[in-house]
């Protein structure tokens, strides 16, 4: 059974907690921590210290991503959405630090508005290239971008997208078939980086299948 106490980001690793190690087995440090040589091991998020002993590993369990009690536009604490684990939350992000955990929020912080931002329902989320992803952002993305891709599609479905800089995108639609498709035809052109004729052709045969 693996060990645990709670550790600030810097603070050291008490050694007599470390798994014992050999010239034959390394100790294996996984997320949430770093080695100061010569011989120390400090966090470098705030968390809980897991160490397994058998297989001579130790790292940090730690929730990342954390959103504050006023991170959705409009609310207080009495009245901050419920969320529950698993849910998709399309934020941006507050601050970042190797020694902290990483603060989102849902809202736009020169406007106070959510923008779109927040949960999001239902839908599936599809993997591009971060290229793809900055494409996707550009407000012309037709000239600056080379893309119809979307255009093409909403002449004929209507839908729901939310594109994320880490390269995540949410597709929303009437059905299942239709999300599938979008998603698909959104990760094809990524992945075989087709020209814009190339896109028209394919969202075209794509929505054939429906």
Known sequence: MASQIFLLPGEEVPSELLPATSGTSALKLGPGLRHVPPSSIVAT???????????????MENNTGRLPHLAFEGVSKKTRPQLAPGSLIYAKVASASKFLDTELVCYNPATGKSEGMGELKGGMVFDVSLGMARRLLMSKQKEDGGLLILEAIAESLPFEVAVGRNGRVWVNSAGVMEIYIIGKAIQETDEKMLDLAEQKKLVQRLLKTI
Do not use: E, H
């Open 45 to 59: 998020v705030a968390g809980s210290l897991s160490v397994d002993k058998k297989k001579k590993a130790v790292w």
